[in-house]
Each structure stands twice: as C-alpha cells, then as structure tokens.
T-cell receptor, first 114, second 111 residues
Framework: DAGVIQSPRHEVTEMGQEVTLRCKPI?????LFWYRQTMMRGLELLIY????????DSGMPEDRFSAKMPNASFSTLKIQPSEPRDSAVYFC????????????FGSGTQLSVL | SQQGEEDPQALSIQEGENATMNCSYK?????LQWYRQNSGRGLVHLIL?????REKHSGRLRVTLDTSKKSSSLLITASRAADTASYFC???????????FGTGTRLTVIP
C-alpha cells in the first residue's frame, strides 16, 4: 500500500488567495483526520470524518477553513482567503476505526502564506 | 484544551544510553499512544497502551501509564543514532481515534 498521500508537498501563496490541500487515505480506511502543526501550537486536530461524514469540526479555526470528503478515497481542506497566520504544516491521517486504533499519517503539506 | 504536555522538551544523550520521556494529560482516556516524527516527515505510530493497562513493551520501547496521575512515560533502551526524532504522546478520550497530541520531546542521540 502506498500509504496516505497528500498533495502538494509544498505550497507558497499570497495572502488572500484560495488554497486547496488534498489527501488520499489508505484504501479500506473509514476515518480521515486533518491536523495542523506549528511551532507555537503543536499538532491541532482540525476536523475528522467517519465513513465520509464530518463528525467533529470544532478544531477548524475560522469560517475561512472548510473540508470535504466526497468519497472514501479523497478529501480536501480549503482555506479561503488565506492569511499569513495560516502558515503551517497540514497533515492528513487515516485509520480503520473499529478495527485498528492507530493513525497513519501522510507526509504533510508545508503551507507558506506571504 | 485537551492537548497534553511532554517533558523534557528536548533531550540529548549518547548512543547506548536510555532515553525517558514523560507525558501528562488532562482528561480521562480510552487509550494513550506514542508516535515518532522524523524531521520533515509525518508521524509514525510506535505503541498503544489502554487505560486499564499499566505497562507495555515493544522491542526497545517500554511504556507506562498512571491514570490516577494522568501521566505516561516512554523509555527507549540502548538508544541508537537512528532514534533521533521528535516523540509525541497522543490521548484518545473516547476510542473514536480522534487523538489529541502532546507538545513533543525532541530526542537527539549522539553517535
């Protein structure tokens, strides 16, 4: 298995622009998580899905952030409009809830908003 | 916040020595997990301990859990240079796999 695949690996954009981060979970996994990692705040859980349904989005910082999971093999995290304080590494993780209790992480997207 | 705290923030040891990292958390848990992160990479699961367990071993790793003190420790024995990484504890309050991560310990093993 290729593992969790995230794209792009790096994204540099200007303030005010729309940013879309993409994630392909491990095939057969039914839970998907978006995390954000910064030096100041560490790893923060933004949102997670079970069976493509958003379960808890209380970690999403503002309405500028939105996430979708249209099918079991794809999810997006969108920031519109982006701001410099959104600069961080965004990780996607997946798991097989009910069968396995550990998360498998992608390599992350390093986002820089100028 | 449900985020835990780890201690120390950074640890530097000689190869062959043991490394101990501590984690404190705030809420009740279903299980606690430890992850490793190499620089510029995603996190990798190391070991899981359930709330009704007190100690668990996996290879050179030993994890303890004290739910009365809301704390856990990770011991890496006979450390190697390849163990250099950041180590995070993560708590699962409900068993739903939505993990809350600690602040991490950055371990450096000097060859």
């Amino acid at each position: 298995d290729a593992g969790v695949i995230q794209s792009p690996r790096h994204e540099v954009t200007e303030m005010g622009q729309e940013v879309t981060l993409r994630c392909k979970p491990i095939s057969g996994h039914n839970s998907l998580f978006w995390y954000r990692q910064t030096m100041m705040r560490g790893l923060e859980l933004l949102i997670y899905f079970n069976n493509n349904v958003p379960i808890d989005d209380s970690g999403m910082p503002e309405d500028r952030f939105s996430a979708k999971m249209p099918n079991a093999s794809f999810s997006t995290l969108k920031i519109q409009p982006s701001e410099p304080r959104d600069s961080a590494v965004y990780f996607c993780a997946s798991s097989s809830w009910g069968a396995e209790e550990k998360l498998f992480f992608g390599s992350g997207t390093q986002l820089s908003v100028l | 916040s449900q985020q835990g705290e780890e201690d120390p923030q950074a640890l530097s040891i000689q190869e062959g020595e043991n490394a101990t990292m501590n984690c404190s958390y705030k809420t009740s848990i279903n299980n606690l997990q430890w992850y490793r992160q190499n620089s510029g990479r995603g996190l990798v699961h190391l070991i899981l301990i359930r709330s009704n367990e007190r100690e668990k071993h996996s290879g050179r790793l030993r994890v303890t859990l004290d739910t009365s003190k809301k704390s856990s420790s990770l011991l890496i024995t006979a450390s190697r240079a390849a163990d250099t990484a950041s180590y995070f504890c993560a708590t699962d309050p409900t068993g739903a796999n939505n993990l809350f991560f600690g602040t991490g310990t950055r371990l450096t093993v000097i060859p």
